[in-house]
Each structure stands twice: as structure tokens, then as C-alpha cells.
């Protein structure tokens, strides 16, 4: 019964993680030619850096419609579904890494609303470039908004492009996934999720390469944050010497 209990209490966490995400769709700015201006300073930054490949992604999964499908599918489904799994999973097992991953869920998550409130910046699909799950809008359960069911663009704000949370939660799950099992199998398939988010949301269109480059930076940051926290109260000696 008090496992139950907690459990319930996880999943009330994952709740309000939703719920924080669902209010900035109410209360962020949804001005379009802002948030275009914020998309134009992206690529002038990636062009000095050459790091802008965003039209070339986007054109080869627009032009294979077997890729640009799949990639549609992956975007649309697996950010929610391996996060949750991984999650779960780690409760599950009673993990020793458990806390550490969902704190740094809960945090990489929370900065990442924090921006998109106070910057909101248009994706590549909205200042020109193929939108891939619009394309495939009618093979799919999407509809002309992101990966918002039909019907229920309402509920996504399209104007949270950086940084991205796609790239940055399922970096979360290569870490989590890393370094709570020493199966090689299941850590290459977490840096495949990785890798594979990475590459779907640059070519569906939804994200710049800099929002993943950004995304990944949160997510990193706050996992070693949190893990020199937890070293720090678990054996101060140990962090003294770090």
C-alpha cells in the first residue's frame, strides 16, 4: 500500500510537469513576427558557427516519403512514450538513480518553459521550410499543428522551439538508461533514441540544430548538477575532493 501510494505521487509529479507545460501554451506570447525574428538570430548564429543544415535535412526527409513518415511517426510518439517507460522503468526497479533522473527531468523541463515563456521562437516549418507532420498529417493522428492530435492544436504551443525538449529528453533517457544498467544493448538503444530525436526534430522541421545542441546542454548541466549534489550529501569528504 505504500509503495501504491508513492507511486501515485509519481505519477501526480509527471501530472504537474504536464500541467506547466499546457499553461505556457495559455500564457506565452503567441506573436508570430517575434518569434521570427528570435528563428532569424538562430540561423545568423548557426551560419557563423556552420551549423546551419536545417534546409538540406528537411529537403531529403521531404523528398523520401518513407523517411519523412517514419520520422513523422518517431516525432509525434517516442518523446512520450520512452521517457514515460524509461521512467517508470527506473521506479520499477527501485533504481539508486531514480531521484537523480527525475529531478533532472523535473528541472531541464521547467528551465526549458522558463524559455519558452520569455523567448518563444519560431521553428523552421514556420519561417518557410517543409513541415514534415503537416505532409503527413493524413497518415497520421496529428494534425497541422506539431504533434498535436486533430483537432487539439490548442494544446501545443508551436512557438516552443528553443530549446528542445524532444533532443533533451531523450538525451535524458541515453543518461538515465547509461547509468542504471551495464547492458550494452539497452545503453546503445538510449543513444540511438538520442541520436535518432536528434536527426526527426531538425528534418520534420520542428527545431533548429541549435535548439537540440541547447537542449542537450539543459539536460547535461542539470544531470551533473544533481549528481554532485547527491554525492555531496551522501559523502561530503568524497565531494570535498572533486
Known sequence: ????????????????????????????????????????????????????????????????????????????????LLTALVLGWLYHQRAAIYPRARQTLVVSTLLALASYLLMPTAPPRLVGYADLMALHADSGWWGQAASAPQGMGWLTNQLAAFPSMHAGWALWVALAVSASTPRLLARVLGWSHAIITAVVVVGTGNHWLLDVVVGWGIVFLVWRTTGERVVSERDPGRSASL
Not at 60 to 76: E, I, K, M, T
Open 1 to 80: 500500500m505504500r509503495r501504491a501510494r508513492r507511486g501515485l505521487r509519481e505519477l501526480g509529479f509527471i501530472a504537474l510537469l504536464y500541467a506547466a507545460y499546457a499553461a505556457s501554451r495559455v500564457f506565452a506570447d503567441d506573436s508570430l513576427a517575434p518569434a521570427r525574428e528570435r528563428a532569424e538570430q538562430v540561423v545568423s548564429i548557426e551560419h557563423n558557427l556552420l551549423l546551419d543544415v536545417e534546409r538540406g535535412v528537411v529537403g531529403w526527409f521531404a523528398g523520401n516519403d518513407v523517411a519523412g513518415l517514419a520520422a513523422a511517426y518517431y516525432y509525434a510518439s517516442a518523446h512520450y
